[in-house]
C-alpha cells in the first residue's frame, strides 16, 4: 500500500533562507508526483508536477527533484520570502489500478519570518 | 480558461438537511473526484467517476452519493448530513490515460461546509 511522508512536519527559517521540504513515498510504480501550496483554510494550488521519467523540475525559486528508485522527491524553495508562508503537500499519483486516486502527505507547515 | 469549479464555496447548515456541492469541469475530463480534508487525517478521497455513468467508492463514502450524468458534471450530495461531514471538500479532473503525460489532476477552489 502507498504511503506518503514528509518530513519536517513544521518549519520556521528566516527571510532570505534556501529550504529544503521532503518527501518519501513507498512504492516507486507511480505515473507522477505534484507538489502542492495551501494557504490556510484555503485552496490547492498546484506548483510543480514530474512525471515518472523526469528527474525535476524548476518553477521560478521553486525546483522540485524525484528519485523514484529511492522514494523521494525534495522541493527547493531559495530565497525564501513571508509571502511563502503556506502548507506543502506533496501527493502521488499510483501507476495501478483504474482509481486515479492521489496519495498524499500530510504536509509541512512552513513559517518565514521577516 | 481551463477550470474546475464547485459551488458553494462556503455553506453553513443543519443536521440532516440535505445539500448538493457542484462540481463542474471544462477540460473535457474523463475522470472526476472527491475528496475531504481534515486536520490531522489530509486528504481522503471519497467517491470517484472514470466516466458518464461510472461512480465508484472512494476511502470514505458513507454519508455520500454522487453521480455523473453529463461529462462535466460531477455534484457531491449529502442526504442527510452530520457534524461529522464539517469538513473542507475538493473536486478533482483529469484525462484518464495509461500515458503519465494525461494524468496530472487539476482542482477545484474547495467548499467549506460547518454542518450544526
Known amino acids: 500500500k502507498q504511503e506518503v511522508t514528509q518530513i519536517p512536519a513544521a518549519l520556521s527559517v528566516p527571510e532570505g533562507e534556501n529550504l529544503v521540504l521532503n518527501c518519501s513515498f513507498t512504492?516507486?510504480?507511480?505515473?507522477?508526483l505534484q507538489w502542492f501550496r495551501q494557504d490556510p483554510g484555503k485552496g490547492l494550488t498546484s506548483l510543480l508536477l514530474?512525471?515518472?521519467s523526469q528527474r525535476e523540475q524548476t518553477s521560478g525559486r521553486l525546483n522540485a527533484s524525484l528519485d523514484k528508485s529511492s522514494g523521494r522527491s525534495t522541493l527547493y524553495i531559495a530565497a525564501s520570502q513571508p509571502g511563502d508562508s503556506a502548507t506543502y503537500l506533496c501527493?502521488?499519483?499510483?501507476?495501478?489500478?483504474?482509481?486515479?486516486?492521489?496519495?498524499w502527505g500530510l504536509g509541512t507547515s512552513l513559517a518565514v519570518n521577516p | 480558461e481551463a477550470q474546475v469549479t464547485q459551488n458553494p464555496r462556503y455553506l453553513i447548515t443543519v443536521t440532516g438537511k440535505k445539500l448538493t456541492v457542484t462540481c463542474s469541469q471544462n477540460?473535457?475530463?474523463?475522470?472526476m473526484s472527491w475528496y475531504r480534508q481534515d486536520p490531522g487525517l489530509g486528504l481522503r478521497q471519497i467517491y470517484y467517476?472514470?466516466?458518464?455513468?461510472?461512480?465508484d467508492k472512494g476511502d470514505v463514502p458513507e454519508g455520500y452519493k454522487v453521480s455523473r450524468k453529463e461529462k462535466r458534471n460531477f455534484p457531491l450530495i449529502l442526504e442527510s448530513p452530520s457534524p461529522n461531514q464539517t469538513s473542507l471538500y475538493f473536486c478533482?479532473?483529469?484525462?484518464?490515460?495509461?500515458?503519465?503525460?494525461?494524468?496530472?489532476?487539476?482542482f477545484g477552489p474547495g467548499t467549506r461546509l460547518t454542518v450544526l
Open positions: 478533482a479532473s483529469s484525462f484518464f490515460s495509461g500515458h503519465s503525460s494525461y494524468n496530472e489532476q487539476f
Open positions: 477540460m473535457n475530463h474523463e475522470y
Open positions: 467517476s472514470m466516466n458518464v455513468e461510472v461512480t
Open positions: 512504492d516507486s510504480a507511480i505515473y507522477n
Open positions: 501527493a502521488v499519483l499510483p501507476n495501478a489500478g483504474n482509481n486515479r486516486k492521489l496519495i
Open positions: 514530474i512525471q515518472s
